[in-house]
């Protein structure tokens, strides 16, 4: 028997739209609505390349050097980006997850986090996705089982499409006012205003060729709560990603970076996250997750904007 580069597939469908779930790293592999692609994911015969619709657990994005200090032990994280010298995007989207509940338009993953390298404690994490007519919500919901507080964020990294050839010619709109710039290996260095920079999307806008690959806060949200970012094409659909107000942090990724020469700029990464970039040494946004503790989350995709 073959096994697919992501493992077990898992199919959800509501109306028109149909999920394609994937069991390494309980991630978001396709979105359709009929014909229409929502992401830009990954075909079932490939691994995933750019994070593509995976989770990022215990730590969203990046951790400088792969080091930290917590209840003044430091600790050293392998390095999975070593061209930066760096760990990123958290433990859990190269594991395999369990799928023990499904129906035909939801599904739930689960996967236990068990203490390793640079990191001494026991999660047991849970993703849920469901589909109905305003699209798809995904929870993320995650237990502190070790016998000590730990440190916690958490993310997401979806690429939107709106049914244009790469995302030069989408419109788009970002809800933060304030952006943080990063360094050569992408750690933040402070907080500026988007006012006046190509950061400031505030206003839909066409993106053009624009290269940003940074985080935003200061989110401007809706009488639910809710941060939304907004693909456009000026001729078709709007893809609408939300994040409800545990997530305070959205990183926008235009992909110029990616390894792959053709993935580049076919998506925009809209990646809600928990805390900033590096938070297990700045502390910025990060959460102290008690022994005990569970910590919930939602964000979701309207593919009809």
């Known amino acids: ?39 830009d994911g990954y075909p079932r015969d490939e691994m995933c390349t750019g994070a593509r619709g995976h989770s990022m657990i ?22 999975t980006e070593p061209e930066a010298l760096g760990a990123i995007h958290g433990l859990t989207r190269w594991a395999s997850w369990r799928c023990p509940d499904g129906h035909t338009d939801a599904a739930s993953f689960g996967h236990t986090l068990h203490p390793c390298p640079g990191w001494p404690w026991t999660l047991e994490c849970r993703i849920g996705y469901v589909l109905d007519d305003h699209g798809l919500t995904v929870s993320t919901t995650t237990t502190n089982l070790g016998p000590a507080p ?9 690429y939107l499409v709106a049914d244009t050839p790469g995302i030069d010619t989408a419109h788009v709109q970002v809800p933060g006012s304030v952006y943080l710039p990063v360094d050569d290996v992408g750690i933040p260095t402070g907080h500026q205003p988007v006012e006046g920079t190509a950061y400031d999307l505030r206003v839909q806008q066409p993106l053009g060729d624009r290269r940003i690959d940074v985080t935003y806060t200061d989110l401007r949200r809706d009488e639910n709560g809710r941060a939304r970012v907004r693909l456009v094409n000026p001729d078709g659909p709007v893809v609408v990603l939300w994040a409800d107000e545990t997530y305070p942090y959205l990183e926008i ?7 792959e020469a053709d993935r580049r700029r076919t998506g925009l990464g809209v990646e809600p996250m928990t805390c900033a970039p590096d938070a297990f040494n700045s502390g910025e946004g990060l959460i102290t997750l008690q022994v005990g503790q569970t910590h919930r989350t939602r964000w979701g995709i309207d593919p009809y904007g």
Request: charged letters at 15%; hydrophobic letters at 30%.
């Open 150 to 158: 730990c440190p916690y964020g958490t993310g997401a990294h979806p």
């Open 58 to 79: 215990p730590w969203p994005n990046r951790v400088r050097g792969g080091s930290y200090t917590w209840a003044g032990i430091p600790l050293q994280l392998d390095l």
């Open 1 to 39: 028997m073959t096994v697919l580069p992501s493992g077990s597939q898992h199919r959800i469908h509501h109306g028109e739209q149909e999920v394609r779930l994937t069991e390494v790293g309980g991630g978001l592999r396709s979105y359709r609505v009929g014909t229409r692609r929502v992401i």
């Open 253 to 259: 990724f235009t992909g110029d970076s990616l390894p």
